[in-house]
């Protein structure tokens, strides 16, 4: 078993501070981090928090799984590895760059399914 915690369900506004007092109830945080969104800077709504020692740890599951904080009650687990998603850009066919999917030079279809071109 891990020390590091999944801790979702979390309302946009609670803060890492925040975490860090309430994971320390249950022993000693080296480690808090809320997961935002890459564009606007928001919370996505879980984090990760790691305890000195996997006891420590699962103290902290006893304690605060379904637990209510600012008005959400918390999902508290052992934390996964990253799953390995290929990369980044989604792969797919290759005729669908421009992203409009279409074999004719990228020219979008108008009207009826015509194409510009055949016109």
């Not at 918390?74 to 390995?84: Q, Y």
């Not at 066919?93 to 990228?106: A, L, N, P, Q, T």
């Amino acid at each position: 078993m891990e020390n590091k915690l999944y801790v979702g369900n979390l309302s946009y506004s609670t803060t890492e501070a925040a975490l860090q007092t309430l994971f320390g109830q249950a022993g000693t945080v080296t480690s808090v981090q809320i997961i935002k969104d890459r564009d606007t800077g928001r919370s996505k709504g879980f984090a990760f928090v790691e305890l000195t020692t996997q006891e420590e740890a699962e103290k902290a599951i006893s304690m605060f799984n379904g637990r209510e904080v600012d008005g959400r009650a918390l999902t508290v687990n052992i934390a996964r590895p990253r799953e390995d998603r290929g990369g980044r850009g989604g792969g797919g066919d290759s005729s669908r760059r421009g992203g409009y999917g279409s074999s004719r030079g990228g020219r979008r279809q108008s009207g009826g399914g015509r194409d510009r071109s055949s016109w």
